[in-house]
């Protein structure tokens, strides 16, 4: 089955455009289930161009704390796989954003991988990215995650060999997430400077447009990474501002206007 290319067309639209692309993740479930599908819709609205959509997990080992807190709220609200299918279903017949399904191995194997890709592209997912799966050993899962019809995005750190980024590039469709420093997720005052050689050394390896995540929270951030980078993906900023206003009747309109801010859509 052919992949949806939403993804890929929406990196030349942005990349047409002349900016980066806004990668905006949030933890489907927090604060709760019912909520995810407008405030995904409210941060397209502010000019999210692909969700990542976070399959909350107990062991989040790739993850900082702000976003471990979003998926133990996400979990205790009685979010599953099967309803991060329903939210991101609910999602596609609203908008044409590409979507893609963040998560770690484990949910996935229990519930069942075949089963699990079908399901996906059924509900609208254009891509799956998941953090711990090794791409040494990703062969029959990405060649599973292909048949259906879903792009692959893997991660590429600065810790990684050559040998490494070119296995990446291999087994990546849609576009590589591009790790701008070693440790887990989180906000950070500065991009790692090492990140511009990281994508240097990458595009000797493909032409998949590169994203950078980890640390990137602010407007400044988006626009110096996105002088050598096709996109930014943020996500602890974003479930740092739910994690604030969960309580608030306004948390839509402050999750647009912060990804309004990020953007810089008038």
Known sequence: MPS???????????????????????????PTPGATEELALAMERGGADVLELGAPFSDPIADGPVIQRASDRALKAGTTVARVLDIASSIRKRSDIPIVLFSYLNPLLRYGFDRLCSDARQAGVDGCLLTDLSVEEAGDMTETLRRHGLDTVFLAAPT????????????????????SRSGVTGEQDSVSGGVEELIANL????????????????????????RYA?????????????????GSPDLAARLEAFTRELSAKS
Request: aromatic share 8%; with cysteine; glycine share 10%.
């Open 160 to 179: 990684s060999t050559e040998r490494r980024l070119a296995l990446v590039a291999q087994h990546s469709t849609g576009f590589v997430y591009v790790v």
């Open 4 to 30: 949806s290319e939403r993804i890929a067309e929406r990196f030349a639209a942005c990349k047409a455009a002349g900016r980066p692309a806004l990668v905006a993740y949030i933890t489907a479930g927090d």
């Open 203 to 226: 595009r000797r390896h493909t032409a998949l447009p590169l994203a950078v995540g980890f640390g990137i929270s602010r407007r400044e951030h988006v626009e110096a990474v996105g």
């Open 230 to 246: 096709d996109g930014v993906i943020v996500g602890s900023a974003f479930m740092r501002l739910i994690e604030r206003y969960c």
